[in-house]
């Protein structure tokens, strides 16, 4: 034995410490005594002070029985063998003893052979426990060594549709959270001094190596992920565990999407990033795969490009460019023309646009809002006082789209023609300059002078809709439009919507609009 093992007796009577203590000092040189303790409580704090390898304990002592006193430090899960050195022969305190993890049972007055093979046998045990602790770390490290590689080998054989089960079943050992689902994404990286197209020259590779680690500091904050270089860019594969549910996960990964992309940004690089939808089988993570590359592919400017799947469809439907001519029908009191030419227009981009239906759910509202903001453009005020999300979320089909894109619409012209009170007119004035800060009916009532309750009274005379109602359809309308129109991260665009936080601002969204924050994004 080479190592020195440390041994603390715990004895009230001192000529029984005092006999123990110059057996065990014969035993030799690789035995090392410790202050001896008098009673359960200085045996407790000795242990967590000294941190003993072996203790030689009596187990009725004043005060705090030696029993009591190893069971106090069981819970505190201190590791150390313990040996039983008692007067008692009772079966019940052996049984006792052996629950606790004792590893011999002496009886006083022990003889030196007893208390040697006891002790022997105790630094035995915890010889093979260090060994088997030993190899456990070697293999550990070992294993933490190849997975890096295994992730690699792991991602190549997805781009080249072949996927090595063998990486993917240690990977997944190692970390559960690769079979719940993820999201794959292509990065890379320009000087800030450079031309800011993704078409420019790869870095060097001691840029390359700054860069994965800069995306490994980044993204490791929050999530697990997995990661290869491909041509110059890195390929990252983000995963969480202890999420209840696929969207809480999907915007949480989104979010640590847009942290690194901004970091990355703050440390001097132009940043391109693609992004692929949220995978959670992972049979079709090869799939995932190359929607972020060909999300990247599309990205010729900085920013976070999300992958947009439209097989065989264009990217554009004629409703997007409808706003425009909507807008004099409506100015020249032509209502029934205006709806008339909402509804032949849907129905061709049904017709073309077929195979993604989410992507003119969200294109049907992209042209109430382009619509909304021309009127805006031609009244002094903005006609917020109607509900663009009523109903949106139980849309599943062309006809239940046409039906409320033609009630919205029509519900869009009347409030256009409606005369509203001064009062009104003034609120919503004030909800549109103020919708992104922590508003409430009191203030705006205060604002224009009259009570919240007439306040409150006016708005469900003149439109049938609560404060809050209107207040939040408005903040997530004007989130829509931000996604649309400007590469805003969803952290600033919650916050420039006045949420108070990002996960309620993904609560509200969904809640609202029945897609995430990462769907509709993808057919904006």
Same mark, same amino acid.
């Given at each position: ?193 450079? +031309? ?6 790869? #870095?060097? %590779? ?5 860069? /994965? $680690?800069? &995306? =490994? ?101 004629? +409703? ?6 909507? #807008?004099? %029908? ?5 209502? /029934? $023309?205006? &709806? =008339? ?184």
């Amino acid at each position: 034995m080479s190592r020195t093992y440390r041994i603390l007796i715990a004895e009230d009577e001192q000529i029984e410490r005092l006999a123990l203590e110059s057996k065990i000092r014969e035993i030799g040189s690789h035995i090392q005594l410790i202050p001896s303790a008098c009673d359960g409580y200085s045996l407790i704090r000795s242990v967590e002070k000294e941190h003993p390898d072996i203790a030689i304990v009596d187990v009725n002592m004043p005060g705090l029985s030696g029993l009591d006193a190893i069971e106090i430090l069981k819970m505190k899960h201190v590791d150390m063998k313990i040996i039983i050195n008692s007067s008692y022969s009772d079966f019940s305190y052996t049984q006792k003893a052996l629950k606790l993890g004792a590893s011999d049972y002496l009886l006083k007055p022990s003889s030196k052979d007893e208390l040697y093979s006891a002790i022997q046998k105790a630094c035995r045990t915890l010889d093979e426990e260090r060994s088997l602790h030993d190899e456990q770390e070697k293999n550990r490290q070992a294993a933490s060594d190849l997975y890096p590689i295994a992730a690699e080998k792991w991602i190549y054989s997805l781009l080249c549709g072949q996927i090595d089960d063998r990486c993917y079943q240690l990977l997944k050992k190692e970390t559960p959270a690769l079979e719940r689902g993820g999201m794959f994404t292509f990065w890379k990286l320009l000087p800030a001094d450079s +031309l800011e197209t993704a078409d420019t020259a790869a #870095l060097a %590779l001691p840029a390359q190596k700054r860069i /994965s $680690d800069l &995306l =490994a500091r980044y993204i490791g904050q929050y999530c697990k992920f997995f990661s290869a270089e491909h041509h110059g860019m890195q390929i990252v594969f983000l995963m969480a565990d202890s999420f209840s549910s696929k969207e809480e996960l999907e915007h949480f990964l989104h979010e640590t999407i847009e942290y690194t992309y901004q970091q990355l940004k703050n440390n001097g690089f132009h940043v391109f990033v693609g992004v692929s939808r949220f995978q959670g089988n992972p049979l079709h993570y090869a799939n995932a795969l190359q929607e972020a590359r060909l999300a990247l592919i599309e990205r010729k400017r900085p920013g976070i490009s999300h992958f947009q799947y439209l097989p065989g469809s264009p990217k554009t439907c004629a +409703l997007t460019e409808l706003p425009q001519k909507i #807008l004099p %029908l409506l100015r020249e009191n032509k209502k /029934s $023309d205006a &709806l =008339a030419l909402i509804e032949s227009t849907l129905r061709k981009d049904l017709s073309r646009v077929d195979s993604d239906f989410d992507y003119l759910k969200a294109q049907s509202v992209l042209f109430l809002l382009r619509l909304e903001e021309l009127t805006f453009r031609y009244h002094s005020y903005a006609k917020t006082g109607w509900l663009i999300w009523e109903n949106f979320y139980e849309i599943k089909n062309g006809p239940e789209l046409l039906a409320w894109l033609l009630g919205r619409a029509n519900m869009f012209a009347e409030n256009s023609e409606k005369e509203e009170s001064i009062y009104i007119k003034k609120a919503l004035l004030y909800l549109n300059e103020n919708y992104n800060k922590n508003i409430s009916l009191d203030e705006v009532a205060g604002q224009i002078g009259i009570s919240p309750f007439y306040l409150s009274r006016l708005f469900k005379q003149e439109k049938d809709l609560t404060f809050v109602e209107l207040l939040t359809d408005l903040r997530i309308r004007r989130a829509v439009s931000m996604m649309a129109d400007s590469e805003k991260t969803l952290r600033e665009i919650s916050i420039a919507t006045g949420f108070s936080s990002l996960p309620y601002f993904y609560r509200v969204f969904k809640k609202t609009t029945g897609f995430t924050t990462g769907e509709i994004r993808q057919y904006l």
